[in-house]
């Protein structure tokens, strides 16, 4: 072969080469621009551009139903407060009680006697014969008296009797003015009129709004809310089993009963052991306390089943006598503590020394205190011929022997004293 031929064959051999290299070329450029266009496709095919829908009516809303029931989280709800049941209070009712009033005097005695006292009214006027304890009586809740003789029009009195007392009916704003409460009119001189003198005494006490007690007569009256009872007996005119049994009834009708008694002997300041055993029937029987009279001298303070029984106060407002030898006297106050289940508690005593008359020369029928060392040795007599203990004595803190330094609140009264001789007349 010739190099003509052999050089021929050379260049057809790189035209070859070069066609394939280009078809190869053009082949994966075509197979390129395959891919990228399928590519788009198929992306175009995927994202569909959204499909615009009306926005749904009321009626045709539609709400997709939840793929799983979901129960709500549960919320504490706080415990409320529990209301407190309320603590029962208690009613405080403060009594004073004092003795004799003899509003006066002796019809048989002539001018020193009733009409003594009658002029005394008559220059004085019926404020002058309170007027030292007016404030006293006007503080509490309740005073009660003793009265101890009729205000009566009546003449006729009981025959072969030393001492008949009578007083003017005008002579009942002493009391009713002075802020007195209740009369008890069982005593021994309560008939020294006879019946009509009673009755009319009764009627009035009452008219002067006053309640009135004693011989049949029951008083009772709202205090605080609560019924206190009022009852008046003596000793020989009625039989120990009448009265317990008209203490028992009245203590059903109220919340406090008091129990105003005549009894014992005159001029001693000793009880009876027949007064000591009527005096704790009637406590027993229901009585909250129990004021004893008749003897004309202040008597024995006995604490008896967390109740007390007063033997004697002694004389008051007393028309009686001009001058009686002791006219010393006392004036008892208690405060009682009423629960709403009906017990009755002691919440504290006071005793008040005092006398008859503010003066020494003679008797001015105005009651006043006894102040200072005096009173307090007549406090300590009273304690000679009483029961009162340091562990079982509750003092209002008001009281005398608190206020005055003679005992702190729980301690019973001291220095003792012998008592005064007894008063021989009347």
Known sequence: MSKVQRRRMQRQKRLIALALCLLGALLVAAIVWMLVVGLGR??????????????????????AEPSATIEPTATAVPTAEPTPTPVPEPVY???????????????????????????????????????????????????VVNLEG????????????????????????????????????????????????????????????????????EHYMEVKGRTVGFLGFTEWNFEPEEIESAVRSAREKCDLLIVCVHWGEERTYK???????????????????V?????HVYGEIEQYQGKY?????????????????DMQCIIFQQRFMLWPDGRVEDAGINLIPA?????????????????GDKGAELLAKVAKVSNLTEESTIWMPESFVVQNGIVTADAKIGPTAEPVGSDASL
Request: charged share 20%; hydrophobic share 30%; proline share 4%.
């Open 93 to 143: 009712i403060t009594l004073t009680a004092v003795g004799d009033c003899t509003l006066g005097g002796n019809t048989n005695d002539g001018a020193s006697g009733e009409k003594r006292f009658a002029t005394c009214f008559k220059e004085n006027g019926a404020d002058y014969f309170m007027q030292n304890v007016r404030g006293l009586f006007g503080s509490d809740d309740v005073t």
């Open 42 to 63: 198929r992306a175009d095919s995927v994202q569909q551009p959204p499909v615009e829908t009306a926005a749904p009516t009321v009626e045709s809303e539609w709400t």
């Open 355 to 371: 006398r008859i008359s503010s003066t020494t020369e003679t008797n001015n029928y105005q009651p006043a205190y006894l102040e």
């Open 291 to 295: 004021i004893g009279g008749h003897s």
């Open 309 to 325: 029984i007063i033997y004697s106060l002694g004389n008051f407002c007393f028309g009686g006598n001009k001058k009686p030898s």
């Open 150 to 217: 009729p205000l009566t029009t009546a003449t006729t009195k009981r025959s072969n009797r030393t001492f008949n007392f009578r007083g003017d009916p005008e002579y009942v704003n002493i009391l009713s003015g002075s802020s007195v409460e209740v009369c008890n009119l069982a005593n021994n001189h309560a008939y020294d009129f006879k019946t009509a003198g009673f009755e009319e005494t009764a009627s009035v006490v009452q008219a002067a709004g006053m309640g009135a007690c004693g011989f049949g007569l």
């Open 271 to 289: 009880h009876t052991s027949t007064t000591e055993k009527l005096g704790r029937r009637m406590v027993d029987a229901g009585a909250d306390l």
